[in-house]
Each structure stands twice: as C-alpha cells, then as structure tokens.
C-alpha cells in the first residue's frame, strides 16, 4: 500500500500527481533542485527536499540522490512522471532494491521498449506492422537498404526521441552527409550512435493508443492524435483522432492491446503509430512506457483517472474494469503553452510571470505550475501549462479553446499562445485531420518565413 510518494519531476506533472494523491490521501514528498525550490508543486507538496543545482544532471537525473531522498523521508514509492528518470531501467531496479515500489513499468518492460531495435522486434513477433527498413552500420549498408526500401527515408537514433538524430534523406546524393550527421547527434545527445532507415511516409498522421494494464489484463483507453508537430515535437494533441475510418482505427487499437500483451506490459503505457493516409495503412513507432504530456485529452473523454490507475496498478491492484465500460464521450483537445518566442524561431524566454491568470469557464481544464510571481528557469523544458478543453462534439472543444487562449493573462514572458490561437482558427485545422506536415505550411505566416 502506497502511504507517502516520493515525486521525482517538476513543473505542472508534480503538481498533476499532487492532485491526485491529495484525493487518494497519500502524503507527498517532492524532490527538487535549488532552481525549483519555490515552485508551485514545492509549496502544495506535504515536504520538498532539494535533490541538487538547477542542472537536471545534477539534481533530477541522479539516480542514487532520488532513492536516498525518498528513503530518507520515510517514502513507499517513486512517481518518475513523464521525461527524466520515467523510463530508466536503473531508476525502476534500484526501487526493487531499496523497497521501493517504482511506479511504472517492470525493468524488462523498460529494456523491452527503450531501444527502438528491440521494440520493433517485438512488434514483428507480435504481428504489429513496422514501417520497411532496418539496421545500418555503413553506408554501403544503407545504400543498400535504400535501394530496397526507395527514397525518400528517414534515418532515426536507436536510443532516440525528440526528433535528435532523426533526419530526412530525399535522395541517394544526400545519404552520406546525413548519415554522418544523424550518428554523431545520435552519439553526442545519447551516448549511442547506433541508427536504423525507414521508408519516409510522405503523408502521415501520428496516432497512439492509451494502454492500461496489470500485467494479465490488457486494455486500451481510445486513441490520441497528435500530428500537429514541429520538428518532431508535438504542438497539439486530440482525442478521438477526428476523420480516421472506423476499420482503421479499430485495427489501431488492437495492434496497441497485442503489442503490450506481447511484452507482458504492466502500469499505463503509450503505443504510438504512424498512420500512412495514402496507403490507408498505420505502422509501429514506439512504446512510451509512462505517462503522456497529453494524456488529459483521454482522461476528458473517458472520465478516467489515469495517475490514480497507474498508482493502483502500481502497488499490485488488478483492473476491475473491462473494455465495454471504459466510454469515449465527446472531444477533446490540448495546447501545449511554452514559454518562447514564436517570431523569433521557439527561441526559449525564460524569466518571472508578472501576472498569471487562467479563466474558469465550462469546459476548460489547466493543467499548469504557474502562479503570478513564478520563475520560469531556463534550464529545463519551455512547457508552463496546458489547455484541455472538452465538447460535445470538436467544434465545441475548438471554440471553447479559442475563447480561453482570448481569455488567459500570462505576462512578463513571450509564450506560444498567438501560434495555438492561428491553430484554432485555420479552417484546415478546422476541417481535421491533419498530417504531420501541417503546421511546417502555417508557420510561415507567423515568422517571417521561417518553417
């Protein structure tokens, strides 16, 4: 049984797992650095004790320092969050070891989905379809697969995420220069330089599936659509994925259920998918073996708690719940806020919140650490909150969106707001379902030409 919880992460998903364990009764305990130490989640925390400096490796990337602080105050578990130490085996094995209960995945789970080799082995024997291509070592190599496969390819990172060491190669003129270019990202931003090629789907869609499991049962909360990416990070999510055919989506959510099945998964976990609209066909991504940025667009349309099942699941309950009672109600929609300046190409604008002020009005959810007076510090992620809104229908959610980032006060920073709110209100959006090159064409619009 969870009593007290260690929270390893910052920002608004501290404070997100705060919410819930204040309605579970579990006590909370939140590791910070020196830079977070009068943040939102320290003050609404039962305890903060400062993990290190402001640099994340060292203060939120220290393995040894996170299972020490929980320990030392008396703690039962370790919420990892999202980002960080979520999806580190060593985290997850040294909790087993000290007594800890990780909540998350099992180690074998992690290793299972933390190297996209061996991921996509796992969805090969699982059935799940994967997008053409492979493994190089050389460019002979990949010369070779190319030839196979066709132009145009995209080589990614083994150990990758984020968009770093994931490159597009249009032509056999361009391969050596982005293969070289693409292993030494790789190798500089992970430690591994490994990389493998896949067919480059022209016009794609990304769509992922919730998964929750106890590790026998299996089940699938609806799919998200999150195709509104810039640079290989998302921008702004949905759920349901609007305009997807029923026999695809239906094929979505069960090659989601046999993946995880597949790896004997256990907690909540995120299968995602590449949807090719020409072919009408989707292909395996990845498995994000933690919770989601996003996932409050599926706690909106089904009503779930999804901290509080990953926390249940966590200390051994099994699901009572079967897939005929998890409802999908409505649509709903997220924008993810950063603070940075659109103008001048995402630069970050970190710096003090001279007035923070979000409305509350039907329909509208944020999920967010800032409060007037609140630093934004520039050593972490730009995100300081996200809009969820919720309708009957997506129009509904649209319009509630548009009124609130009308609405919302965040002074004293640049942030994205103007780029969500020329989302909004483009008829294409409007229209959905939106590939992947969607927002590359209306950025122009807002930067001076600059995609």
Known sequence: MINRLFIANRGEIAVRIIRTCRALGI???????????????????DRAVVLGPAPATQSY??????????????????????????????????????????????????????????????????????????????????????????????????????????????????????????MSEAAAAFGDGRIYLERFVTVGRHVEVQILSDGDTVLHAGERDCSVQRRYQKVVEEAPAPGLP???????????????????????????????????????????????????????????????????????ETLTMTQDKIALTGHA???????????????????????????????????????????????YDSMIAKLITHGATRAEAIATMRAALRTIVLDGVSTNAPLHAAIMADPVFQAGGVDTSYLGGLLPTLTGGKP
């Not at 659109?342 to 979000?358: N, Y």
Request: proline letters at 6%; one cysteine or more.
């Open 27 to 45: 006590e909370t305990v939140l590791g910070v650095s020196v830079a977070d130490r009068d943040s939102l989640g320290a003050q609404l925390a």
């Open 61 to 182: 990337l220290k393995v040894p320092t996170v299972v020490h602080a929980a320990k030392a105050t008396g703690c039962d578990a370790v919420h990892p969050g999202y980002g960080f130490l979520s999806e580190n085996r060593a985290l997850a094995e040294a909790c087993a070891e000290e007594g800890l209960v990780f909540v998350g995945p099992t180690p074998d789970n992690l290793s299972a989905v933390g190297d996209k080799l061996t991921a996509r082995t796992h969805a090969i024997d699982a059935g799940v379809p994967v997008v053409p291509g492979g493994t190089v070592e050389t460019l002979e190599d990949a010369r070779a697969l190319a030839e196979r496969v066709g132009y145009p390819m995209l080589i990614k990172a083994v150990a990758g995420g984020g968009g770093r060491g994931m490159k597009r190669v249009a032509s056999a003129a361009d391969l050596p220069g982005q293969l070289d270019l693409a």
């Open 246 to 316: 029923e026999s695809l989506r239906a094929g979505l959510l069960e090659a989601a259920v046999r993946f995880a099945r597949h790896i004997g998964y256990r907690s909540l976990g995120t299968v995602e998918f590449l949807v090719d609209v020409e072919r009408q066909d989707f292909y395996f991504l990845e498995m994000n073996a933690r919770i989601q940025v996003e996932h409050p667009v599926t706690e909106a349309i089904t009503g779930l708690d999804l901290v509080a099942l990953q926390l249940a699941i966590a200390q051994g």
């Open 333 to 379: 929609i997220e924008c993810r806020l950063n603070a940075e300046d659109v103008a001048r190409d995402f630069m970050p604008s970190p710096g003090r919140i001279a007035r923070a002020w979000f409305p509350s009005m039907p329909g509208l959810r944020v999920d967010t650490h800032m409060t007037t007076g609140a630093m934004i510090p520039p050593h």
